[in-house]
């Protein structure tokens, strides 16, 4: 129905390959579903609800008008709070307390990721995300997006602040 609807909608401007790559993944689900056993049917049709949801989900996200900059912005002042947090939490080695945005309870955890060095145990840093490895992924995109915004004329506050976010993620 969501593919269905997709077509119809003229506002949707879509390539062709998008659309019918959508066709092709919920026939597939569709086909997924008919021949699965009755054990893992309501597994399978979460997950299928759920991946049709993320296309629509594209769909509208690849409709939204917002230029290249202000995403970059976005990126990179979010990175720069989320370098923050990771900071706070390999100094301290524990929670910063976020934990309505996200935030690991690091203290309580018992098998956290660390690192172990000369016998200490060192907490890998989480920022708010759920393991570390996502959090390095996301400062390396933040990093990217910075050093695009640098590549850019920019007056001299915003220069700053563009090389202070790149420091510190």
């Excluded at 066709?23 to 309501?42: C, G, K, M, N, R």
């Excluded at 990093?143 to 090389?163: E, S």
């Amino acid at each position: 129905l969501i593919v269905a609807a997709i077509f119809k909608l003229k506002t949707f401007a879509l390539p062709k390959v998008w659309k019918y790559s959508a066709i092709a993944f919920v026939a597939w689900l569709i086909i997924e579903l008919i021949v699965q056993s009755q054990e893992t049917f309501p597994l399978q049709l979460y997950f299928s609800i759920r991946f049709v949801s993320l296309l629509a989900l594209a769909a509208v996200v690849a409709n939204i008008d917002v230029s290249r900059e202000k995403i970059a912005w976005l990126f990179t002042g979010l990175g720069a709070v989320q370098a923050l947090v990771a900071i706070f939490h390999f100094v301290s080695q524990k929670s910063l307390g976020l934990y309505i945005l996200g935030e690991s309870h690091i203290g309580h955890i018992p098998n956290v990721a660390n690192i172990v060095s000369r016998g200490a145990k060192i907490i890998r840093s989480y920022g708010t995300f759920p393991h570390p490895n996502v959090l390095g992924a996301f400062l390396v995109v933040a990093i990217v997006f910075n050093l695009y915004l640098l590549t850019k004329k920019h007056q001299t506050p915003r220069g700053i602040l563009l090389n202070a976010s790149l420091a510190l993620s």
